[in-house]
DNA sequence: CGATAAATTGACATCACTCAACACCGGTGG
DNA sequence: CCACCGGTGTTGAGTGATGTCAATTTATCG
């Protein structure tokens, strides 16, 4: 696989993340791209991490939808965040014997596999391989964070609107959304467990806000109305992370 | 500062925190304590990080209690996490331009300072630190990813018994809690801004497990009368992480 | 075109919030 | 030594938001 092309990794999501945050070299993406096992596709409504299970490996989203998630007993779910193109799967599951959440893919999802340990074996050869992940690992914190705010202190109504807002950003940022328009890859039973709702309250909470014309949508495309609106109504505020220092 | 002692950082609990992680040589360690800027004291209901501010230093708590928070416009507080000797503050913070949250100290709180570039310097000689910081930063996201479920999807009781089991787990890990009992350093208005409750809520709650005998508390003081009882109920499991591998 | 998933609607019950008031404690200054 | 005060914990009454549990319509996909 490493050498199917010689910039295999070129189109990837995943590296247009990594070169926001560092300068890599050509080289460098060499050194990663001979880590890369292979590609892995995982067909919609497949789990692929299970709850309790030993996993080991880095899988970098070339494309499709996921979502990370936790099963109560009473049958409720819990899903701690999306994931989308350019995102790390393996994280934080690899890190600890066994995985602690789930993940399904909820859109056919290709993805670059390699595993934790050649990963960790390249960071100790360049640096600046650990610290890109530890600054994903930080931005992932952050997502969490914002996460924890939606669902402890803000309303249904403002949860959803920052929920849009962030799906919105994280979307432009790997090309897969307009300026104030984009594709919804996700139902609202899951947008519901990601907020902590119910679906009828989700559903209303979405009429509302098309009712306010804050959004429209038809399918699944919605349209940003008014932006700044929504901001305002969600507490929403982007967060500009710092690139990693080079070496002095 | 770098020179106070021989082994200035020996009894610091964030280097025991280091060392379950990974494999640091005395030399390591004194390559860590000559970054360190000196030590800082912040008394207690003092704000350290203001939101919005600009921040690039790694504080490593000594000694002492605080909370990570966010204040939205409607008066209310969300605690995204508490933070305990063995914590880093600056984390996220100083990773982006500004900081995006507040922190304020809870009591007393002593901390070992370095600016951020200086630890990222490091982290290009030792590439180990480098690793270090992306597993705490994991074991950061593994915390709050936690945090979304209690207030996303258990119940009251099911947070609070959450709460408390976490966070006896974080104190003993850092000797500051016995085998089934701990002081809990936080006021009930603290938890329940951390547990998405109203005071009174969170009040009726906790003499809801003092009736059922799961725990027993006179002044600050915590007793986990049926630790089993109360991992049940919570869905707690405790989360091995796997220590950083060695070099090949 | 049938089958399955997704979105929508409504009635109803209840949990948890709000807004008080009050008890208790330790410290501090008169 | 006592009165005051802020912080903390506790209690109660009332209410509205949000979940539950359907039924129903609409979309999507073989």
Redesign the pocket.
Known sequence: MAATSRNALDQHPFVARLQHLVDLKPADLKNLDDIIDGEVVIRKRRDLIGDGYEYRKLCFVKDGYAVRYKLLRNG?RQILNVILPGDIVGLPGSFYERAIYAVAATADLRMSVCSLDAYIHLCHRHPQFALALAWIAVQEATTYAEHIIDVGRR??AERLSHFLLELHARLRAVGRAEEARFT?PF???VIADVL?????????M??WLRKEKLIADS??VIELLDADALQTLAHYQPQEMITIPRLA
Request: hydrophobic share 25%; net charge positive.
């Open positions: 409720k309303t249904p919804l139902s609202q039973e902590g709702l119910s679906v009828p309250h989700l559903n209303r979405m009429q399918d699944r």
